[in-house]
């Protein structure tokens, strides 16, 4: 399994599109649930280790942040981003994730990767690499659609 070791710069630009969950709409009164806005924001960790998190995006399903990033990484498997609903009350409502595996934004020899990801869940691979050891560099710029 490959692993990331070095100075990992991460910048989350949007996301389209989010669904609210039916836990999100409990409170939701009126005939149509449908148009139910979120107060979005994304949690970031690197396997287990919460990174940071972006600013809540007040009643939009398609929030915009351009939040950055930095940590240093040691033996990095897998970055992890989940989407919530900042609830008024009570622990907040989870909307969506993605779990993207360093192998995959390492295999083409880039020190930057820049895509969209659905937000779901994507189970992690498996594959006969060698670790990576070297200390680096890597940039990466996610978006975000359901």
């Known amino acids: 399994m490959v692993v990331f070791n070095g100075l990992l710069k991460i910048k989350i630009c949007e ?7 039916a836990w999100s709409l409990r409170h939701a009164v009126g005939p149509r ?14 396997d287990d280790s919460r990174i940071g998190q972006t600013a809540t ?6 929030p915009a942040w351009h939040d950055e990033f930095v940590t240093d990484v040691c033996n990095g498997r897998k970055i992890e981003l989940a989407v919530f ?5 009570g622990y907040d409502d989870f909307v969506a994730n993605c779990t993207i595996q ?7 020899g880039s020190r ?7 937000t779901l869940k994507v189970p992690p691979g498996a594959c006969g690499c060698q670790p990576e050891t070297k200390r680096s560099s890597y940039t990466a710029v996610f978006k975000m659609k359901s």
């Open 15 to 21: 996301a389209v599109s989010l669904k609210p969950t």
């Open 33 to 46: 649930p449908q148009t139910f806005l979120l107060d979005p924001y994304i949690a970031l960790n690197v």
């Open 57 to 62: 995006k007040q009643k939009t399903n398609s």
């Open 85 to 89: 609903h900042d609830a008024p009350i």
């Open 102 to 108: 360093f192998e995959e934004l390492l295999q083409n």
């Open 112 to 118: 930057h990767f820049e895509d969209w990801h659905r």
